[in-house]
């Protein structure tokens, strides 16, 4: 009997609007980054991530599809090694069992930087918190969090060396994580849990901006309540109007004197 493992499903879609402004965006030294999500191990697996940093403080907007309903997919920022991500042709499959492992696909896009959970910690120690990953029965999901990265990891991002991943793949078409073949992280766990779906290496975005949050996607929002593009936006319109009073109140003032 093929066991299922009920771990969230981070499946996103193929692309996204995006906003031309966000909070974090609004501040100066601000930076975005976007990449696009290209299939792993033949997963079918399309998708967007922007991330952008103000300091150590990233906002993490991904969407994407393709990827297993209600099953594990967890995601990660990795870092320090090419930038790149493995071919979708098995030619990176040293070992000859079917799949690009983690281990094979490392030195493309290294080791893990930030677990992209919904919640609490971020670091790699979370790298297979299965409890917090975003799950959506329909396969597709929007994922927004803003929250603190490590030094290491924002100079992965300046340095062009920053990859999204997301792991998890169904490679038997059985509708569950199974097979003979062992993860290469777990070996509790099926290679199918673990094998990375979808690859992305982070670019300077050409607009200072980020996606809007998922819910039209069908499959339920992840967007935290710590700064949402919605937010940004309403919050620089408010700080226009309070600066266009003041000079108009200084006019006043000077046409009186």
């Known amino acids: 009997m093929r066991k299922a493992y009920a771990l969230p499903a981070v499946a996103i879609a193929a692309a996204f609007p995006l906003l031309t402004m966000t909070a974090a965006s609004a501040h100066e030294g601000a930076h975005s980054y976007q ?26 907007m991904i969407e994407a599809s393709g990827l297993l309903a209600g099953a594990p997919h967890a995601q990660h920022f990795h ?7 493995p071919t979708n042709d ?17 030195k493309y896009y290294g080791a893990i930087g930030t677990s992209l959970t919904t919640s ?32 290491d990891v924002h ?12 792991h998890g793949v169904d490679k038997d078409g059985s ?26 290496g982070f670019e300077v975005a050409q607009m200072g901006a980020a996606p809007a949050g998922g819910a039209e996607t069908g499959a339920g929002s992840t967007a935290g309540t710590e700064n949402t593009a919605a937010m940004g936006v309403g919050a ?5 109007a309070v600066a266009a009073g003041a000079v108009a109140y200084r006019r006043r003032q000077a046409d009186q004197a």
Do not use: Q
């Open 120 to 151: 609490g910690d971020t670091s790699p120690e979370s790298g297979l918190a299965i409890d917090r990953f975003p799950a959506a029965e329909s396969g597709s999901i929007s994922y927004e969090r803003t929250f603190e990265v490590t030094d």
């Open 79 to 85: 870092i320090d090694a090419l930038g790149t991500c």
């Open 175 to 200: 509708g569950a994580y199974d097979g003979d073949v062992k993860s290469d992280l777990d070996p509790s766990l099926p290679m199918e849990a673990t094998a990375p779906a979808a690859c992305g």
């Open 236 to 240: 620089l319109a408010a700080a226009g």
């Open 90 to 106: 098995l030619a990176d499959d040293a070992d000859k069992d079917g799949f690009v492992s983690v281990t094979e696909a490392a």
């Open 155 to 166: 100079a992965a991002f300046e340095a062009g060396t920053a990859v999204l991943v997301l």
């Open 35 to 60: 990449a696009s999500l290209g299939s792993v191990n033949a997963s079918g697996v399309t998708g967007t991530g922007m991330v952008t940093l103000d300091g150590n403080t990233a906002t993490v």
